[in-house]
């Protein structure tokens, strides 16, 4: 996965370099909830029981990825996946109070309504999909 465009003999506009910025910072929020999902409320079980919490941070890892390169179908299936996400926290959240699904709804609040709604992203992910 490269991080910088394919250069096609333009450089990028400003809001395609904001848009990066932010997706790079919403694919790092995701993947620090995602580890600390994993990590902190997962302490106390058994090893094999942890196999769904990496394979949802290989879905994840796999999920970034396909974002990256542009797709339209992907960007809005990671959006959900997000606000589904969301969601499993506050209703963990108000089931039983915990202060780690207060950090994780907020995350995902946050990372969700950064890559649904950001000019920049979409302008960013269509040159993606444009320079290949």
Same mark, same amino acid.
């Given at each position: 996965m490269e991080?910088?465009?394919k250069s096609s003999?333009?450089?990028m506009t400003k809001t395609e370099k904001r848009?990066?910025?932010l997706l790079l910072f919403v694919f790092a929020l995701t993947i620090v909830a995602d580890v600390f999902l994993t990590v902190v409320l997962g302490q106390g079980k058994r090893f094999d029981e942890m196999w769904r919490s990496l394979g949802r941070n290989c879905l994840t890892l796999g999920g970034i990825y396909v974002v990256w %390169?542009?797709?339209s179908w992907a960007h809005w299936l990671m959006v959900a996946m997000i606000f589904f996400a969301c969601f499993t926290a506050v209703w963990f959240l108000i089931a039983r109070f915990q202060p780690q699904f207060v950090f994780l709804a907020v995350a995902f609040? %946050?990372?969700g309504r950064i890559l649904a709604f950001s000019k920049g992203? %979409? %302008?960013f992910l269509t040159s993606q999909q444009n320079r290949k």
């Open positions: 991080f910088a465009p003999g333009s450089e848009g990066r910025n %390169t542009g797709l609040l %946050t990372a992203i %979409t %302008t």
